[in-house]
């Protein structure tokens, strides 16, 4: 072991570093970086939605926008028996 | 901003400044400071120049997409740090199939241990030191390089690890134990 005061693991950091690389290719990891963050973020949560969907976990019971209330009067008259009950 | 000036900020201040305007100069800024740093690491840990290229990317896309999370609660350093650290243990222990990363898993732990005295370590000679890490386990190496090359305290490796502050202090007490013993038994004379 050698009598040197420094501390040899950060010596050991500094061998390992990555040469500082030129600006081009640091611009070029960062589009990347984000535009795979913009997918990720735009189209992810929307897949997982898909997804419970098709496995059949989707809250049917909460109403689209734009779409009439099926709990008004107004629907349970349109709509007086759902598709599973029995026509009396 | 100037070149100079941006130098100048803290890496907090550069956070503040990339939430705000949503600038990639500012995040091109903490890529610069810690890619070469992250890459070190991921070598460290995978000992594959590849795989730690590709893993400092993903780590960057973590560190990208989560950015808005950082509390300010430890030095940004140490977030940047406990990903790399958490990324590349999580690879080893699923890519590798290695579920006992530390020597403790993999030997008897029975017997008590002498107390290795940090300048032990500290002053083995860099090239020496650099196959010492390479023989021992990858969560003894992480955590001597946690404690040693990144200064973080047992709280903040427990925090990274998921383990109670106890059980860390074992921890790094064995990998010492481990890394003392690999350089006796590589370095005889």
């Known amino acids: 072991m050698s009598g040197d005061l420094r501390n040899n693991f950060k010596r050991l950091s500094e061998e390992d570093e990555l040469e500082p690389r030129d600006e081009k290719e640091i611009q070029g990891t960062i589009s990347f970086i984000s535009s795979i963050s913009k997918v990720i973020e735009l189209y992810l949560p929307g897949f997982f939605q898909l997804m419970i969907s098709i496995s059949g976990g989707g809250n049917d019971k909460s109403p689209k926008p734009g779409t009439p209330n099926n709990n ?3 629907a349970k008259r ?6 599973s009950e029995p026509p009396k | 901003m100037g070149k100079q000036g941006a130098n100048k900020l803290t890496d907090e201040e550069v956070i503040g400044f990339y939430l705000k305007s949503r600038s990639s100069s500012y995040f091109t800024m903490l890529y610069s400071r810690y890619s070469g740093k992250v890459y070190s690491k991921c070598i460290s840990l995978l000992k594959d120049e590849q795989l ?10 973590k560190i990208y997409l989560n950015l808005a999370k950082f509390s300010g609660k430890s ?3 140490t977030w940047v740090y406990s990903i790399t650290y958490n990324y590349c243990i999580d690879y080893i222990r699923r890519k590798k199939k290695e579920k ?3 020597s403790e898993d993999i030997e008897n732990v029975g017997e008590p241990l002498e107390d290795v005295h940090d300048h032990e370590l500290l002053e083995i000679e860099v090239g020496r030191l650099k196959k010492v890490m390479n023989v021992i386990p990858p969560g003894d190496r992480a955590v001597l390089l946690m404690k040693y090359q990144d200064d ?7 925090e990274v690890l998921q383990k109670s502050e106890s059980a860390i202090k074992m921890k790094i007490k064995r990998a010492k134990h481990k890394a003392k013993s690999s350089y006796k038994e590589l370095y005889k004379d």
């Not at chain 2, 973080?152 to 427990?158: A, L």
């Open chain 2, 75 to 77: 030095k940004f350093s």
């Open chain 1, 72 to 74: 008004s009067g107004l």
């Open chain 2, 100 to 102: 006992n990363i530390f």
């Open chain 1, 78 to 83: 349109d709509n007086e028996h759902s598709p």
């Open chain 2, 52 to 61: 730690s290229d590709d893993a400092t990317q993903d780590i960057f896309l």
């Open chain 2, 152 to 158: 973080m305290s047992i709280r903040d490796i427990s």
